[in-house]
């Protein structure tokens, strides 16, 4: 064959090979434009689908008001019934068995050492008599361990809430600033309050003194004494309050 011949038909193939190609490039061309107009191919319907459920995980986790966490919701408390005692009632506490006596409030120290008290720079008389706006709160407790294990105690562990007319209840000031009766060998200033207690140990009547504000016994809400917990945990339906006559 002459070499003429081998170039065209060399051309020849080329050409076929070039048309084959081409046709295929069409055909899939025609496909993909048949699925996007027929469903056969992934919508933006279906992209949107896959989508969406991270955006909505990206709203519920965002700090927007509707998904904060419960904590932030629930920070109103109110008193439950039977949550009010009164005096020389048995109130069930940790494992403890507390019993308040009596609640005194007083502008005047009376024969209580001075020395047994922690003062700050409330003003007062040669007597102790407070002359500034704040009061004594003096609460006369006892505390016995109802458990089978030793526990230290707190004397010093409940303190003073108020609640108003719908029963709502708010954290009252008072530190603790006195007490009447240390444990025996308790020789350490700042443990004063605490008792160790063996089962069925209790620590007798006991003295804890408080200085409050006047503004809270003036206030329009009533002052109850608190046995149980305050602050984050103040709605702990096992709290016990018992009114503080003014």
Not at 74 to 84: L, P
Not at 123 to 128: F, K, P, S, Y
Not at 132 to 157: H, I, M, P, R, W
Request: net charge negative; glycine share 12%; hydrophobic share 30%.
């Amino acid at each position: 064959m002459s070499m003429k011949k081998w170039i065209v038909l060399f051309m020849a193939a080329i050409f076929c090979i070039s048309m084959v190609g081409c046709a295929g490039t069409a055909d899939g061309q025609n496909k993909n434009d048949a699925g996007t107009e027929t469903g056969g191919g992934q919508n933006t319907e279906d992209m949107t689908a896959d989508v969406v459920p991270d955006q909505q995980d990206s709203v519920q986790s965002g700090n927007d008001g509707a998904g904060q966490p419960e904590e932030y919701e629930n920070d109103t408390w109110y008193v439950k019934d039977g949550q009010i005692t009164g005096l020389n009632e048995q109130i069930e506490k940790d494992g403890c068995i507390w019993t308040i006596s009596s609640i005194e409030v007083t502008k005047k120290r009376g024969d209580r050492q001075e020395s047994d008290f922690n003062y700050w720079d409330e003003e007062m008389d040669a007597d102790g008599t407070l002359t500034g706006a704040e009061s004594y709160l003096f609460v006369t407790v006892s505390c016995k361990n109802s458990g089978d294990q030793t526990q230290e105690v707190l004397l010093n562990s409940n303190g003073f809430v108020t609640i108003d007319e719908t029963g709502q209840l708010s954290e009252s000031g008072g530190e603790a600033r006195y007490i009447s009766k240390k444990q025996d060998g308790n020789e350490d200033p700042v443990k004063a309050f605490h008792y160790l207690l063996e089962p069925g140990e209790e620590t007798g009547m006991v003295e804890i003194g408080y200085i409050v504000e006047d503004s809270i016994l003036n206030d329009s809400a009533d002052l109850y004494y608190c046995i149980g917990q305050r602050g984050s945990e103040m709605g702990n339906p096992e709290n016990r309050y018992i009114e503080v006559e003014k």
